[in-house]
């Protein structure tokens, strides 16, 4: 029969883990305790309003070795900053399998919780926040997944470290209703497979999401908004399903890079510098149903032939000329991206000033009557004359931090 065991305040935590036994619960009242704790058994650490763990700023705060521990309800404070030891507020070593962290305050540690080679792991709804007078390079990321199965990342607000959430060689994952800002980036994935990413904020990070060398992933209703340079990067992905999100206020809201056999639908693209960065053979791609509305520029592509989007369902461009003749929503001209204006734009920036002017809009309506005028580009056949998200005019406010 499993036991409660309850500490005294202040009391030294590390010898009562020690005597009890597999499937106990320590309960830890409000205090303040050292660190550097090992937890080498099945337990469960519960704090009682908010116990205080420190570390003293020397090594890990708590580490995990042992299957089925749960940590949950205490403040885990001051790592070690040595990366090289790869200190944490939480390191969950390889076989602690189904670790659960839940509702704790994991702070000024330089990595908030790394875990490494264990399965069915969930980390949900905790406060992380790294050092953070270091240097963006000397930081620890906030989540560090590394070779697992079936992790739960649910609900954590993180903040000021490397990276928030860091994905290597892990599948089968699940990560949702996150909040990642202050970092470089929201969520920086490598070589992972098979997993979701739904309903997180990604916000004032250099880049918000990263996915990269991945596929099979499920990218939806996540907003990312406010990045330095990108809002959503998918470079080098296959088979994947990106939809329903919001990508607004960013350098660049997509960037697109080497990517095949993709969904991009529902997607609203809007006040971005750049809409939608296009490069490296991204093609054999289904990009409809989205909504590109007030980028400064919508797309950019260099490619030496025209990529085809807007499939069945069209997608919307807030500058498109032309008209719908029969009324059936989509346009009866077909949209092109790379147009004449668009060049001159970017050989000179000034040009924006006269965007607005009937000389502009001319000029460009005669590039679409002469094809030698033209170059490769995205071309949408028949867009969609209105947009699909009625809610998109407060986006167009969300400015990057450079800002």
């Given at each position: 029969?499993?036991a409660?065991?309850?500490?005294q305040?202040?009391q030294?935590?590390?010898?009562?883990i020690d005597?009890?036994?597999?499937?106990?619960?320590?309960?830890i009242?409000?205090?303040?305790?050292?660190g550097?704790l090992?937890?080498?058994?099945?337990?469960?650490?519960?704090?009682?309003?908010h116990p205080?763990i420190?570390?003293?700023?020397?090594g890990?705060?708590i580490?995990?070795?042992?299957?089925?521990v749960?940590?949950?309800?205490?403040?885990v404070?001051?790592s070690?900053a040595?990366?090289?030891?790869?200190?944490?507020?939480?390191?969950?070593?390889?076989?602690?399998?189904?670790?659960?962290?839940?509702?704790?305050?994991i702070?000024?540690?330089?990595?908030?919780l790394?875990?490494e080679?264990?399965?069915?792991?969930r980390v949900e709804?905790?406060l992380i926040?790294?050092?953070?007078?270091?240097?963006?390079?000397?930081?620890?990321?906030?989540v560090?997944?590394?070779?697992?199965?079936?992790?739960?990342i649910?609900?954590?607000?993180?903040s000021?470290?490397?990276d928030?959430?860091?994905?290597d060689?892990?599948?089968?994952?699940?990560?949702?209703?996150?909040?990642?800002h202050?970092?470089?980036y929201?969520?920086?994935y490598m070589n992972?497979y098979?997993?979701?990413?739904?309903?997180?904020?990604?916000?004032?990070?250099?880049?918000?999401?990263?996915?990269?060398?991945?596929?099979?992933q499920?990218v939806?209703r996540?907003?990312?908004?406010?990045?330095?340079?990108?809002?959503?990067?998918?470079?080098?992905?296959q088979?994947?399903?990106v939809e329903?999100?919001?990508?607004?206020g960013?350098?660049?809201?997509?960037?697109i890079?080497?990517?095949?056999?993709?969904?991009?639908?529902?997607?609203?693209v809007a006040?971005?510098?750049?809409g939608v960065?296009?490069?490296?053979?991204?093609?054999?791609?289904?990009?409809?149903?989205?909504?590109f509305?007030g980028?400064?520029e919508?797309?950019?592509?260099v490619?030496t032939?025209d990529?085809v989007?807007?499939?069945?369902?069209g997608?919307h461009?807030?500058?498109y000329l032309?008209?719908?003749?029969?009324?059936?929503?989509?346009?009866?001209?077909r949209?092109?991206?790379?147009d004449?204006?668009?060049?001159?734009?970017?050989r000179?920036?000034?040009?924006?000033?006269?965007?607005a002017?009937p000389?502009?809009?001319?000029?460009r309506?005669v590039?679409?009557q002469?094809p030698?005028?033209?170059?490769?580009?995205?071309?949408d056949?028949h867009?969609?004359?209105k947009p699909?998200?009625?809610?998109?005019a407060p986006w167009?406010g969300?400015q990057?931090?450079?800002?």
């Amino acid at each position: 029969m499993a036991a409660t065991l309850t500490a005294q305040p202040g009391q030294a935590l590390q010898p009562l883990i020690d005597q009890a036994a597999p499937g106990d619960v320590l309960v830890i009242p409000r205090g303040q305790y050292a660190g550097n704790l090992l937890v080498d058994k099945p337990l469960t650490l519960r704090g009682s309003d908010h116990p205080t763990i420190s570390a003293a700023n020397q090594g890990d705060v708590i580490r995990v070795t042992a299957p089925d521990v749960t940590i949950e309800g205490l403040i885990v404070r001051d790592s070690g900053a040595d990366l090289n030891a790869q200190n944490a507020g939480i390191y969950i070593r390889p076989g602690a399998h189904r670790a659960v962290v839940r509702r704790c305050d994991i702070v000024y540690t330089l990595f908030g919780l790394w875990i490494e080679k264990a399965n069915d792991v969930r980390v949900e709804n905790n406060l992380i926040t790294g050092k953070r007078e270091l240097n963006s390079a000397q930081r620890g990321n906030g989540v560090q997944l590394y070779n697992t199965n079936g992790a739960q990342i649910v609900g954590n607000h993180i903040s000021f470290v490397r990276d928030a959430l860091y994905v290597d060689v892990s599948h089968h994952a699940l990560f949702r209703g996150n909040r990642l800002h202050h970092s470089r980036y929201g969520t920086h994935y490598m070589n992972s497979y098979y997993n979701v990413w739904e309903d997180n904020d990604s916000y004032f990070n250099r880049g918000g999401l990263a996915l990269m060398e991945v596929r099979d992933q499920v990218v939806r209703r996540n907003r990312a908004w406010g990045n330095t340079d990108h809002g959503i990067m998918l470079r080098s992905i296959q088979d994947s399903v990106v939809e329903d999100n919001v990508v607004a206020g960013n350098v660049r809201g997509f960037f697109i890079y080497d990517v095949e056999y993709t969904k991009l639908r529902g997607n609203l693209v809007a006040g971005n510098r750049v809409g939608v960065h296009l490069a490296a053979g991204s093609t054999r791609n289904v990009v409809e149903g989205n909504d590109f509305i007030g980028n400064r520029e919508q797309v950019r592509y260099v490619g030496t032939r025209d990529e085809v989007w807007g499939g069945a369902a069209g997608n919307h461009w807030s500058n498109y000329l032309g008209w719908d003749r029969d009324g059936d929503g989509r346009g009866d001209v077909r949209y092109e991206a790379n147009d004449l204006v668009d060049r001159l734009v970017w050989r000179h920036p000034a040009v924006k000033l006269l965007m607005a002017s009937p000389a502009v809009q001319a000029l460009r309506l005669v590039a679409q009557q002469f094809p030698l005028l033209r170059v490769p580009s995205v071309v949408d056949a028949h867009p969609r004359m209105k947009p699909g998200h009625a809610d998109w005019a407060p986006w167009l406010g969300r400015q990057t931090v450079a800002d």
